[in-house]
């Protein structure tokens, strides 16, 4: 029997927004069998991974290191050797001040294969999203990365900051310096930088709690003092922070510096994440609830040959519809199988899963509740002797069904194919960061969501200084959920929709 090879891949996991991580990156997150990330990855990304893949936090802060840098080359090399696929996420890139070349020279010496994925490292991602070009023609035609932040091990400082100081038409990007910003500073303009030479620091660059200090040499200590600008930060010193105030584009988004917290499940959360991440949010996710099968392939199957007797077949969500044809493809190999089915459908996420497979929905109200849907059905004078199918969840209110047979021309059944269950998020990373913190506002898009959230009330307890958010509700009945249950809604999307959602969002956040 041959013996199994396994693999490191030391992965640059970028600044901290999810979406500026490579390609290749997500795609070998998404296949290892073992992830080892470090303090400043951001939590998302490690929901990327397959549900069997182990986990490992080996997080560093200065002078605390939760696993020891010697252990942490010990673990790749021990789990590579035992066949395993193994990712070690790096905040930045890899070999930019992270310690990942001493981490490929261990592999290379215990004869581990490995591959090198860079990343976005932080102070590219800190000039972009701070308005400050790192370099300018006829401003500064050289960049210099610098660390702060040396080996106490060494005998002395392999940094003389004196000699960068007499640098010309140079911008310094300084990282981990935040605790020696004075001294470095004054380090600098004692080899010749002039104290009037712009300045800035940007912290926890690319995410929506970024923040940005600008001055001079000679003032950035004390602004961002002042500020309370700690670590994470970069330190820029040089010409082109003359720009930071005039092409600072993303500080000056709507929602920017604002934590909102989202509740949808985890595969529904990203078109709503994309829209509150474009107007500048920090978002959390806690996905209160998840959607599983209910019913099986085989009983699926079954069901799925007697719709041809159906005139309608009603669909009250967008994961009603991912199930229901993930589930018909696999027992038919062509959708024109639905014979002369016509669809009707709640929502516009939900007609846009239909309409995703080129097929047309004939009746879809203004108001996306199921109470509009059957009076829309019921309009469309249809509905004499026909027979409708409407595609449910176990938490499906009944008002469209009941509705339907008040009417008394149609047969109405119902399809239950799914269940909606509520998550447990006691140990979930992004749920302690919103326990720690809290958030400027939560919503929610669904009565299910809420109803979760309220049953996990003990386990997102905020902590004393967390921020207590604003709840925002997506329509009346998610609203009328919430005050059955004690949740006040500070405000309430005009149309049920995920746009008007974030528009309501706004307004109320200004």
Not at 43 to 59: H, S, T
Request: hydrophobic content about 45%.
């Amino acid at each position: 029997m041959s013996q199994l090879k396994g693999i490191v891949h030391l992965v640059g996991a970028g600044p901290g927004e999810p979406n500026l991580v490579t390609l290749r990156a997500r795609e070998l997150i998404a296949s290892a069998d073992v992830i080892i990330y470090d303090q400043l990855v951001h939590p998302e990304l490690v929901k990327w991974c397959r549900a069997e893949c182990e986990v490992i936090f080996a997080g560093k802060t200065a002078g605390c290191h939760t696993v020891p840098q010697e252990e942490i080359e010990a673990l790749l090399v021990k789990h590579a050797q035992a066949g395993k696929r193994v990712v070690r996420l790096k905040g930045g890139d890899p070999l930019i001040f992270g310690r990942g070349g001493e981490e490929a020279r261990a592999l290379a010496a215990a004869g581990v294969a490995f591959e090198i994925v860079p990343g976005v490292t932080a102070a590219l991602a800190a000039g972009a999203y701070a308005g400050i070009p790192l370099t300018l023609r006829h401003t500064s035609s050289a960049l210099v990365f610098l660390t702060g932040h040396e080996d106490p091990a060494k005998p002395g400082p392999t940094v003389d900051w004196r000699s960068y100081g007499e640098l010309k038409n140079t911008t310094l990007a300084i990282y981990m310096g935040m605790g020696r910003l004075r001294h470095i500073l004054a380090e600098l303009v004692a080899g010749g930088l002039s104290p009037k030479t712009p300045a800035a620091v940007v912290q926890w660059a690319s995410l929506g709690r970024q923040r940005s200090v600008a001055g001079t040499a000679a003032t950035l200590a004390d602004l961002s003092e002042k500020a309370g600008l700690a670590a994470p930060a970069v330190i820029f010193v040089g010409e082109v922070v003359k720009n930071h105030e005039a092409i600072d584009w993303f500080e000056r988004l709507p929602l920017f510096g604002r934590r909102v917290a989202i509740t949808r499940t985890r595969d529904q959360n990203s078109e709503l994440r994309d829209k509150l991440e474009a107007l500048g949010a920090e978002v959390l996710e806690l996905p209160l609830i998840r959607v599983t099968k209910d019913v099986s392939r085989e009983g699926i199957v079954e069901i799925l040959t007697e719709l041809g007797q159906y005139d309608w077949i009603v669909f009250t969500s967008a994961n009603g519809v991912r199930i229901f044809f993930d589930a018909f493809f696999k027992g038919f190999p062509d959708v024109r199988a639905l014979g002369g089915l016509r669809f009707a459908c709640v929502g516009a996420a939900t007609a846009r899963e239909i309409e995703r497979l080129h097929l047309k929905v004939e009746c879809q109200p203004a108001t996306a509740t199921g109470e509009s849907l059957a009076d829309a059905l019921i309009a469309t004078g249809s509905l004499d002797h026909a027979k409708v199918i409407v595609v449910c969840g176990n938490l499906n209110r009944d008002t469209l069904v009941k509705k339907l047979e008040q009417d008394g021309r149609a047969i109405v059944d119902r399809l239950p194919l799914y269940r909606t269950e509520r998550t447990d998020l006691a140990r979930d990373p992004v749920a302690d960061d919103f326990r720690t913190h809290g958030a400027d506002a939560i919503l929610f898009a669904s009565s299910s969501a809420v109803q979760s959230f309220h049953e996990q009330a003990q386990s997102l307890q905020l902590a004393k200084d967390a921020k207590r958010p604003l709840a925002g509700s997506i329509g009346p009945q998610t609203s009328e959920t919430m005050m059955k249950l004690g949740m006040p809604a500070d405000f309430t999307a005009k149309q049920p929709s995920l746009d008007a959602l974030v528009a309501a969002l706004v307004k109320k956040l200004k």
